[in-house]
């Protein structure tokens, strides 16, 4: 295997300079999920071979020793989930302890964060993140993931520990409940905003990215706006 930390391209660098895929595949069943399209694999294959790529660890140990991560932030994971459900995620623990025996930080993507806490929270500290997506849209569209409702209490739990929080707020889905998230969700560091790009939904797009943002604002939040809901925002 080639080095597995790459730097992202087009919209996913947007979220991050250095990344590190886990898996072949995903088992959280997102129906809006992009990634068996990038990798041209079928829905079916996509989710039904979340298996740790072979020789990963072994690979990252090796880039790893080059000394050039010290300081870095890598993301995980752009085209998989590091903590994918029903299965055994010891690769993502073993992949972040060889990480922050690096010195790298680590920026962690999951819609199942409480596994993702209770895998690898002692090894985190305040430059590191725990991170989830919340798109608003109900449990069926994303069937195998924790609840929303799980995802925000434990990363409310993270946030208690001195642990980083953000929310991926990409794909919004229901735009009123990621406002009513902005609102409330004193325990989040960073909110990430970005639209539906693979498939077409009925939104004013302008409309809710001004929302989110005067959101923001008025709650005092960092947040950060991708790129494709920016320029919807730019033309109005
Ligand atoms: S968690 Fe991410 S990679 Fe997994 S199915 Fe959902 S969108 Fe796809």
């Given amino acids: 295997m080639k080095d597995p930390?790459?730097?992202?391209?087009?919209?996913?660098?947007?979220?991050?300079?250095?990344?590190?895929?886990?898996?072949?595949?995903?088992?959280?069943?997102?129906?809006?999920?992009?990634?068996?399209?990038?990798?041209?694999?079928?829905?079916?294959?996509?989710?039904?071979?979340?298996?740790?790529?072979?020789?990963?660890?072994?690979?990252?140990?090796?880039?790893?020793?080059?000394?050039?991560?010290?300081?870095?932030?890598?993301?995980?994971?752009?085209?998989?989930?590091?903590?994918?459900?029903?299965?055994?995620?010891?690769?993502?623990?073993?992949?972040?302890?060889?990480?922050?025996?690096?010195?790298?930080?680590?920026?962690?993507?999951?819609?199942n964060p409480s596994i993702a806490a209770h895998s690898c929270a002692c090894l985190l500290g305040e430059k590191d993140s725990i991170g989830t997506t919340i798109t608003g849209a109900p449990q069926l569209v994303e069937p195998n993931a924790e609840p929303s409702e799980l995802r925000l209490s434990a990363l409310e739990a993270v946030h208690d520990l001195g642990i980083g929080t953000w929310i991926s707020c990409e794909p919004i889905i229901d735009p009123e409940a990621i406002y009513e998230l902005i609102s409330t969700c004193d325990f989040v560091d960073l909110f990430k905003f970005g639209k539906l790009n693979y498939a077409t939904i009925d939104l004013d797009w302008a409309h809710v990215g001004k929302r989110v943002e005067r959101l923001c604002r008025e709650h005092d939040r960092c947040y950060m706006i991708k790129d494709s809901l920016r320029k919807e925002m730019d033309a109005r």
């Fill in 5 to 111: 930390i790459y730097e992202p391209k087009g919209r996913a660098a947007e979220y991050a300079d250095l990344a590190l895929n886990l898996y072949t595949g995903c088992t959280n069943g997102c129906t809006y999920c992009y990634a068996p399209g990038v990798l041209r694999r079928s829905r079916e294959d996509f989710a039904g071979n979340a298996v740790p790529r072979k020789g990963i660890l072994e690979a990252l140990e090796r880039q790893l020793l080059s000394g050039e991560f010290a300081g870095k932030t890598v993301h995980l994971c752009f085209t998989c989930d590091p903590f994918p459900s029903g299965v055994d995620t010891q690769v993502a623990r073993d992949a972040i302890e060889l990480l922050k025996g690096a010195d790298a930080n680590v920026q962690i993507l999951t819609k």
